[in-house]
């Protein structure tokens, strides 16, 4: 069974430091998810509404730099307009639970979109409150205990918080 490990980075440059640490063990772009609040508001995309609006959250087209650096290498980077929460910029897996079907009827935005990779609903409110100050939210895919291991030693070893890790079992495909 798959897991992934989550982690808050309290800066841009922590959370680039991860990605590349990860990146250089291996792991593939497709593998690693940020989520993050887009504070630059560069207007560098346009956002497009989708037919996941009503459950919360409105999906945004991209350009390849709107992160910068590592985080604008990832898989699937976009903007989310999240419905009392504000503006994010996701990129990897992450990006498919926040714009699609793992979002439920009674628990909308980040926390539904967390709660649907697996990830307990204290924990999710939690990561989200940190989410709302700025902070960044980091995940790494890993099929075997030893990556999960690896991943976590990344995340530790440059003063990540927050470290957890959770099935996904009932994580969407992407």
């Not at 772009?29 to 509404?49: E, Q, R, Y």
Request: with cysteine; glycine share 16%; proline share 3%.
């Amino acid at each position: 069974m798959s897991k992934s490990a989550f982690c808050i980075a309290t800066t841009q440059g922590q959370a680039t430091t991860i990605v590349e640490r990860l990146q250089s063990q291996g792991f593939a772009s497709s593998d690693i998810s940020v989520l993050m609040p887009d504070t630059a508001g560069t207007g560098d995309f346009g956002h497009v509404k989708s037919s996941k609006a009503s459950e919360g959250v409105t999906a945004g087209a991209t350009t390849g730099g709107v992160a910068g650096g590592a985080l604008g290498l990832l898989a699937g980077i976009g903007a989310l307009a999240i419905p009392g929460v504000g503006p994010f910029i996701a990129a990897g897996p992450i990006m498919a639970a926040l714009s699609g079907a793992a979002l439920g009827a009674t628990t909308g935005g980040i926390v539904g979109g967390l709660i649907g990779l697996g990830i307990p609903e204290i924990e999710a409110k939690r990561y989200e409150e940190k989410l709302k100050k700025g902070n960044y939210l980091i995940s790494a895919h890993a099929e075997d205990g030893d990556r999960l291991d690896r991943a976590k030693a990344i995340f530790k070893d440059a003063g990540a918080e927050d470290i957890s890790t959770v099935s996904e079992a009932s994580a969407p495909k992407a």
